[in-house]
């Protein structure tokens, strides 16, 4: 079965602060893919990124970057210089890779409620 | 590219009626679509799998009789909660992808179920 951990519920940061926000996975798969969606108070989700298990580089986007630990089974997501805009809940997810073309259902975490102050 | 909608965004609706909602893809053809359910302050919880011209397939625990999924056309899923009870009031949210081999999925923005 596959699990998502976030721990951290609820995360209070000052604007301009950096924040890092952590997520652990468990699957059985060897191929499966990572996610991290953002859920502003309007309900929709954005998504941010997608991370096949393959692909271990991190990855910068502007004030985003993302830091993928295949060892620690990890898939941590940094916002640098967070802004009050970036108040959110975020969710981890992931999916196992349906080779038959049938799945790809998606396992979220509980999220974490970011809230970034003047 | 990629835009799917619900409708409605918000309903309210009393115990023991039944609410349809819908879910469509705008700009591409969705052969899956999935459909979740969102508790304040919780995750998202998938609820069905549901394939274009087939009968969907639910997560285990989730009624099938009282929540009836439909998808009959590539851009069009439809979800109705029969018998609605105050406790179905949640968030729901459905995703479509665009074929078997396309891993993206695309989310709707939800929508809000008020039972009274």
Known sequence: AQKVTQAQTEISVVEKEDVTLDCVYETRDTTYYLFWYKQPPSGELVFLIRRNSFDEQNEISGRYSWNFQKSTSSFNFTITASQVVDSAVYFCALSEVELTGGGNKLTFGTGTQLKVEL | ?116
């Open chain 2, 1 to 116: 590219g990629a835009v799917v909608s619900q409708h409605p965004s918000r309903v309210i609706c009393k115990s023991g009626t039944s609410v349809k909602i819908e879910c469509r893809s705008l700009d591409f053809q969705a052969t899956t679509m999935f459909w979740y359910r969102q508790f304040p302050k919780q995750s998202l919880m998938l609820m069905a799998t549901s394939n274009e011209g087939s009968k969907a397939t639910y997560e285990q625990g989730v009624e099938k009789d009282k929540f009836l999924i439909n998808h009959a056309s590539l851009t069009l899923s439809t979800l109705t909660v029969t018998s609605a009870h105050p406790e179905d009031s949640s968030f729901y949210i459905c995703s479509a992808r665009a074929g078997p081999w396309r891993d993206e999925q695309y989310f709707g923005p939800g929508t809000r179920l008020t039972v009274t």
